[in-house]
């Protein structure tokens, strides 16, 4: 059986003192996010840092100013610094996850998307200008 032929992957790239979508990049269903960073990597300006989530862990060798949570390791637990670590991030990151939770008023994410694939990139792109648009 084929899984993940018909979904669509996308990245939102969030500005944290904006508030704002700076790029939103869509690809098919199987693309890591990850590997969807390698082909297309975000250029951060002097001195900001990348708040990302677990799914671009190893990010590091390539972007020294790219954060990722700190995995637990099988069969071990996380020290009090790292899960202090991690509290501090996922502070920082809740920006990001209140901008997806906009996107998702929109009921393009949170329901199957029953339209023509080719179109979905034009409206999550005039879904993300109206976010924009909106204050926070």
């Known amino acids: 059986m084929l899984k993940k032929r018909h979904t669509i992957k996308v990245e939102f790239v969030a500005s944290k003192r904006e508030k704002k979508i700076k790029r939103v990049r869509i690809e098919k269903g199987k693309v890591h996010d990850f590997e969807m960073y390698k ?7 002097k001195n900001k840092i990348g708040k990302l989530d677990k799914g671009y862990q190893g990010i590091q060798k390539m972007q020294s100013q790219c954060e990722v949570p700190i995995k637990k390791k099988k069969g071990q637990k996380l020290t009090k610094e790292e899960k202090r670590f991690n509290r501090q991030h996922s502070k920082e990151r809740i920006i990001v996850e ?8 929109f009921r393009i994410f949170s329901s199957k998307y029953r339209n023509r694939r ?6 999550i792109n005039l879904i993300a200008a109206i976010i924009n648009l909106m204050p926070f």
């Open 39 to 45: 082909q297309q990597p975000v250029k951060l300006g």
């Open 98 to 105: 209140h901008v997806n939770r906009k996107v998702k008023v």
């Open 118 to 123: 080719n179109r979905f990139g034009i409206r």
